[in-house]
């Protein structure tokens, strides 16, 4: 694993964004979308396979206990940690509720106001108050403009250091 795996990395994500942005989903798409749970994959399981040779404490298929462990070995800050670990919980339940709305396998929030209502109250948000697909909307883009902006300093020439070890 070397700096041309890294770019390889990025350039695979920037086939998804060139996807996202054809079908009109790059802000919208709570797995592909900028910020989106594949972010967070990316990041974590690009430092197992850079560093788990040496640190088998970071080895594991559940990206939760890998984000504990990449925070432990400080591959990752305590404050990316908890970032990236709310924004995952979030946009998973995002995802687990667009589908329940919907009754099939998606990942893009609604452009239809009723539909995202419909979702932003099976995320909780109270349905008293007026805006609670607006509310909904705001905390998705604070969640994944905070995990673009890992991801994009991570997969930077700059945050690439990140990555280099003897093993990569």
Known sequence: FDIKALEEVRVIKRKID??????QQRSRNVKLGAGGIREIELIVQTLQVC????TPQIRGRSTMKALGALRDQSLISAEECETLTQAYIFLRDVENKLQMVNDAQT??????????AAC???LGYSDNEPGAAERLLRDYQRHT??????????F?????????????
């Open 18 to 23: 060139q996807q996202m942005v054809i079908r």
């Open 51 to 54: 560093h788990g040779a040496g």
């Open 107 to 116: 990942h893009s929030l609604p452009i239809d106001g009723r539909e995202l």
């Open 120 to 122: 932003a109250r099976r």
């Open 145 to 154: 403009g905070q995990v673009n902006r890992i991801f994009e300093e991570s």
């Open 156 to 168: 930077s020439p700059t945050g690439r250091s990140r990555f280099a070890q003897p093993t990569c």
